[in-house]
């Protein structure tokens, strides 16, 4: 069974100020990860996923995550953030035997004037 | 890209009433869909997986018959809270598996509330 570990439940960060928002899995076998933003009263919205090849993936609005086998990390980081970028982040993980996702207890980004 | 439409946005009901929320993916089939239920400040908790044409398979500690999920279509599922009370008051999310993109796309959410 895989798990995923959200170590910060909340993390808060001046405006334009760079942030990383990290994310920890455990799995026996090979996987697939996400990450979902949430904002208030929404449903959630894919951010990024690593299926495979690169391991550096990006999001349109500037967040990107790197997939470290090795360290079994999908950190999510991101060089400036905006006011906007407040909301709560949801890492994800599903493996070839088992599509149903397992998330994270989530980690609440607070942007910050 | 895929899109999950969820109705109602926000349901206010009374006590023992039922109350049905609907699931439908627009321009894609989902031949799997989920429901979430998910607390203030919390993670999703799954509560049941639901495969077009046959019965869901409800996650452990879920009331089956409490909570009725239909998946009659490729393109819509639905969960009825039945005989409602206030403890069932949460925000229920679907999510809808899109197997040619492998990625699962979220209904915006229902806030139920049960007075």
């Known amino acids: 069974a895989q798990s995923v570990t959200q170590l910060d439940s909340q993390v808060p960060v001046f405006e334009e100020a760079p942030v990383e928002l990290r994310c920890n899995y455990s799995s026996s076998v090979s996987v697939y990860l996400f990450w979902y933003v949430q904002y208030p009263n929404q449903g959630l919205q894919l951010l990024l996923k690593y299926l495979s090849g690169s391991t550096l993936v990006k999001s349109i609005n500037g967040f990107e995550a790197e997939f470290n086998k090795s360290q079994t990390s999908f950190h999510l980081r991101k060089p400036s953030v905006h006011i906007s970028d407040t909301a709560e982040y949801f890492c994800?993980?599903?493996?070839?035997?088992?599509?149903?996702?397992?998330f994270g207890r989530g980690t609440s980004l607070i942007v910050h004037p | 890209g895929a899109v999950v439409s969820q109705h109602p946005s926000r349901v206010i009901c009374k006590s023992g009433t039922s109350v049905k929320i609907e699931c439908r993916s627009l321009d894609f089939q989902a031949t799997t869909m989920f429901w979430y239920r998910q607390f203030p400040k919390q993670s999703l908790m799954l509560m049941a997986t639901?495969?077009?044409?046959?019965?869901?398979?409800?996650e452990q500690g879920v009331e089956k018959d409490k909570f009725l999920i239909n998946h009659a279509s490729l393109t819509l599922s639905t969960l009825t809270v039945t005989s409602a009370h206030p403890e069932d008051s949460s925000f229920y999310i679907c999510s809808a598996r899109d197997r040619e993109a492998y990625g699962y796309t979220f209904g915006s959410g229902t806030r139920l509330t049960v007075v």
């Open positions: 994800a993980v599903t493996t070839g035997e088992s599509y149903i996702p397992t």
């Open positions: 639901s495969n077009e044409g046959s019965k869901a398979t409800y």
